[in-house]
């Protein structure tokens, strides 16, 4: 009997310290779950950072209002490397460095609160390096550049038979048109016609022919607008949407732009992905692939070479090269080595994203390409003054918005050319103007500002202000309030006459006459590069006596010739879509 209870009790005893060992192992890895904030380029980023013995096991992103296919996606990544490599200390996004940089701040910040040593989170990941390996590829089309005209030429150039390879620079397709304003000009019988809206083919070719001082190639503004809406219907035959208004964009001269449903640029990228990803057995994408240099044999161009995530990449084109690279605005050396026409651009802000330095116009240069109108740099009139982009504009049509400087007074016409309105806003006090509009541009006050927010978050931030009396909205925005009250009658008498005003403006459809009134402030930046590698009707390449390089097409703000010494305001996309649909069913059917 005393056996057995000493059985009893020794198992009691085991019992006891294995439920303290569970205890113990239980409250070790208990998951604790700590806050944490940071500002990103649209506002502030919360997260949920959650710990286990000192590892990271999950971060959750509570808020933020980041471009979805790009400070979006670059959350989505750095997140994906922190839990990976277990460190803060991870490299940005390129391209989206601001919503990185808030990403990782406000990790930091719940690191902090958590009690942890940082430092032990601040370890640069070591991650494994190719070995000098090369990859080999071989394809029918090759094209450099996975931007808007680029993706246009994959989906063309295989709809006309070719498999295609895509090589591209940045982490992420899109490139500048995912963060355009996205308007496209078309001459639309349909929408124009329901608006009564005059236009013609004739009239675009005019806009645009004398929008550029005539330095246009007559062959390719024919070709731009001619095959603008043919393309549109393209595009929308891809899933792409319009809204069923047509807008008068800033620089544009006329009322022909197509405004797309989904933000930014995004309705491209993902009509054009869209297809790729149904097809992508014979479309294939490389993204972190920078491409170095252009292959000739024989004469022609066969290839290119790129520097990949993995190793060196051998991309061998049966058919043809196109490059669609884009322009070189956030290329600041290289914008000023060409610029002869503005004061020094070293110290201004670009609404570019980082990929777009002139990579392919250098490639193309040293095989023998002719580069056209490389000192015709296009400066927008309304940059955001802190990050130089063109979101949260409060202007939404300029038929509806007036500039006025610090004297509360204005200074140009609001329906001008960019180049024009450039200057002059250069030439006042801060180098800074103000837009002003009111309740018609926004009835219900949360109604999207021009590109993407709300009117009301753009004030939540400070990015926009909003007043009862233009008197309020003036000591707001800290401009002459008296000065400003004699501008807006004087625009409203013009308003009610349809008369010309000392500006030259003739566009005009309401009155700025009802509360709430809202303004913000915008500053030049560079936004646009018109020269580049000189192209024919059919997107081929020429070289300096005129003559086809063989193999080799380009496609976009990369090329030159199309829009002369000046763009019009909404023509980009239209060029870059139509110039990429031909280019790939040019090298497709080579």
Excluded at 84 to 94: E, F, L, M, P
Excluded at 194 to 217: F, N, R, V
Aim: aromatic content about 6%.
């Amino acid at each position: 009997m005393k056996g057995l209870k000493k059985i009893i009790l020794f198992m009691a005893l085991i019992a006891l310290v294995f439920s303290s060992t569970a205890c113990t192992a239980q409250k070790s890895s208990e998951v604790k779950t700590y806050l944490g904030t940071g500002e990103g380029i649209h506002g502030s980023i919360e997260v949920e950072v959650s710990l286990q013995d000192k590892k990271i096991t999950d971060i959750k992103v509570l808020k933020q209002n980041e471009t979805p296919d790009l400070g979006g996606a670059a959350i989505t990544k750095l997140i994906e490397d922190m839990l990976k490599y277990q460190s803060i200390a991870i490299d940005t996004v390129s391209g989206a460095t601001l919503s990185s940089n808030g990403l990782i701040a406000a990790v930091t910040k719940a690191l902090e609160q958590a009690g942890v040593n940082l430092a032990d989170y601040q370890k640069k990941p070591e991650k494994n390096q190719a070995a000098n390996k090369t990859i080999n590829k071989e394809t029918e089309v090759v094209i450099i550049g996975g931007g808007g005209s680029g993706l246009a030429a994959a989906v063309s150039a295989h709809q006309n038979g070719a498999k295609v390879l895509v090589l591209e620079k940045m982490p992420n397709v899109g490139g500048n048109t995912l963060i355009s304003g996205a308007a496209y000009n078309a001459v639309d019988p349909k929408r124009q016609g329901a608006a009564g809206i005059e236009d013609s083919i004739e009239k675009h070719y005019t806009h645009t022919y004398e929008g550029g001082d005539k330095l246009g190639k007559p062959e390719l503004v024919r070709t731009l607008v001619e095959n603008a809406y043919p393309t549109l219907e393209w595009l929308e035959s891809l899933g792409m949407k319009y809204e069923d208004t047509i807008e008068t964009i800033v620089g544009s001269l006329w009322a022909r732009g197509h405004i797309p449903v989904e933000p930014l640029g995004t309705g491209y990228v993902n009509a054009y992905m869209n297809y790729i990803k149904q097809h992508s057995d014979e479309i294939e994408i490389i993204t972190h692939a920078k491409a170095t240099d252009l292959i000739v044999e024989d004469g022609r161009i066969t290839g290119v070479n790129a520097e990949g995530e993995n190793g060196k990449i051998v991309a061998k084109a049966s058919k043809g090269v196109i490059i669609a690279t884009g322009g070189f605005s956030a290329n600041v050396e290289m914008r000023e080595s060409y610029n002869t026409i503005w004061p020094s651009l070293k110290n201004l802000k670009t609404t570019n994203q980082p990929g777009a330095t002139g990579d392919g116009i250098v490639m193309a240069e040293k095989v023998g390409a002719n580069l056209i109108g490389m000192e015709y740099i296009q400066l927008h009139p309304t940059g955001d003054p802190k990050t130089g982009g063109l979101d949260g504009n409060v202007a939404r049509d300029i038929e509806d918005n007036i500039f006025v400087n610090k004297n509360g007074q204005r200074f140009v016409d609001e329906g001008s050319r960019r180049d024009v309105m450039s200057k002059a806003i250069l030439e006042q006090e801060g180098a800074t103007m103000w837009v002003i509009v009111d309740k018609h541009s926004y009835p219900e006050g949360s109604d999207d500002s021009e590109f993407f927010g709300s009117i009301d978050s753009l004030i939540a931030e400070g990015r926009a202000y909003k007043a009862d009396t233009l008197e309020e909205l003036a000591q707001m925005m800290g401009i002459n309030p008296e000065n400003l009250v004699k501008t807006v009658a004087e625009f409203n008498k013009h308003v009610e006459s349809k008369t010309k005003d000392q500006f030259g403006r003739t566009l005009y459809r309401n009155k700025i006459d009802t509360a709430p009134f809202y303004g913000g402030a915008r500053v030049p930046v560079v936004h646009h590069t018109m020269g580049g590698i000189e192209i024919n009707k059919d997107a081929q390449v020429l070289d300096k006596d005129g003559k086809i390089i063989p193999g080799l097409y380009a496609s976009g703000e990369v090329t030159g010739g199309v829009h002369g010494s000046n763009r019009l305001g909404g023509n980009a996309m239209a060029d870059i879509n139509v110039f990429g649909k031909i280019a790939g069913a040019s090298a497709a059917k080579n």
